[in-house]
C-alpha cells in the first residue's frame, strides 16, 4: 500500500452506535490531520498531530475522539453522533518541521460517513 | 474575515481550452504557501501545485500553472489545453508561517465539455 488510506469508505451508524474510523499513512510523515468536509462548506480542520502528539483541536465536540499510536496512524472515534454531523472524513499527512518548501500535505480518499 | 476566497462556485470550459480558477487571500504574515488541490467525485484531495510567498518565479507543474501576483493577494490556477478528467473541485487553500494548518476555499467545480 503507498500513500494514505482510510477505511472504512462508507460508514452507516445510528445515533447511538460507536464507531471508529482509521487512517494509515506509509508515507514516512511526522504529522497527520483529520478534516471534516460538508456539502457546500470548505474543509475545516479537526484535529493535527505532530510526532504522535496532538497539536490542535479545533473546537471539535467531544464525540469525536481521536487517537494517534503512533505516526503512522491515526484514529477518530465516534460516539452518539448527530445528523448534522453526516460528512466526508478526509485524513491527510505530511512532514511537519520542514521551514521551506512545499511540504504539502497528502489526503486519503475520505471515509463518508451518514448519521441516520 | 474569509482567509481564502474563491468566487467562482462552477465554471465550465472546452475540452482543449484553458481555463482560469479564481483564489484570493488574505494574510499579514509575510511568509506564506498557497496549495491547489483537486478532488474528483471520488473523493480523494490531490495535490497540484505550489507557490510560496517568496518565490520570484509562477509555479508551473505540466498543464498547471500558477499566476501569482503577490500585490493583488491572488493565486489563480491556470489549467492549459483542458481534458475531460479534469472535471472536478478544485480548492486553494493557504498556510501561514511555519505552521503546518492549511485554510482551504470553498472551492470551485470544474466542468470540461467534450
Known amino acids: 500500500e503507498t500513500g494514505v488510506t482510510q477505511t472504512p469508505r462508507h460508514l452507516v451508524m445510528g445515533m447511538t452506535n460507536k464507531k471508529s474510523l482509521k487512517c494509515e499513512q506509509h508515507l514516512g510523515h511526522n504529522a497527520m490531520y483529520w478534516y471534516k468536509q460538508s456539502a457546500k462548506k470548505p474543509l475545516e480542520l479537526m484535529f493535527v498531530y505532530n510526532f504522535k502528539e496532538q497539536t490542535e483541536n479545533n473546537s471539535v465536540p467531544s464525540r469525536f475522539s481521536p487517537e494517534c499510536p503512533n505516526s503512522s496512524h491515526l484514529f477518530l472515534h465516534l460516539h452518539t453522533l448527530q445528523p448534522e454531523d453526516s460528512a466526508l472524513y478526509l485524513c491527510?499527512?505530511?512532514?511537519?518541521?520542514?521551514?521551506?518548501?512545499?511540504?504539502?500535505?497528502?489526503f486519503g480518499p475520505g471515509t463518508r460517513l451518514t448519521v441516520l | 474575515a474569509q482567509k481564502i476566497t474563491q468566487t467562482q462556485p462552477g465554471m465550465f470550459v472546452q475540452e482543449k481550452e484553458a481555463v482560469t480558477l479564481d483564489c484570493t487571500y488574505d494574510?499579514?504574515?509575510?511568509?506564506?504557501?498557497l496549495f491547489w488541490y483537486k478532488q474528483p467525485s471520488s473523493g480523494e484531495m490531490i495535490f497540484l501545485i505550489y507557490?510560496?510567498?517568496?518565490?520570484?518565479q509562477n509555479a508551473t507543474e505540466g498543464r498547471y500553472s500558477l499566476n501569482f501576483q503577490k500585490a493583488r493577494k491572488s493565486a489563480n490556477l491556470v489549467i492549459s489545453a483542458s481534458q475531460l478528467g479534469d472535471s472536478a473541485m478544485y480548492f486553494c487553500a493557504m498556510r501561514e508561517g511555519s505552521g503546518s494548518r492549511l485554510t482551504f476555499g470553498e472551492g470551485t467545480q470544474l466542468t470540461v465539455n467534450p
Open positions: 507557490q510560496g510567498s517568496y518565490d520570484q
Open positions: 494574510t499579514s504574515d509575510p511568509s506564506y504557501g
Open positions: 491527510a499527512s505530511s512532514q511537519a518541521g520542514r521551514t521551506s518548501g512545499d511540504n504539502e500535505q497528502f
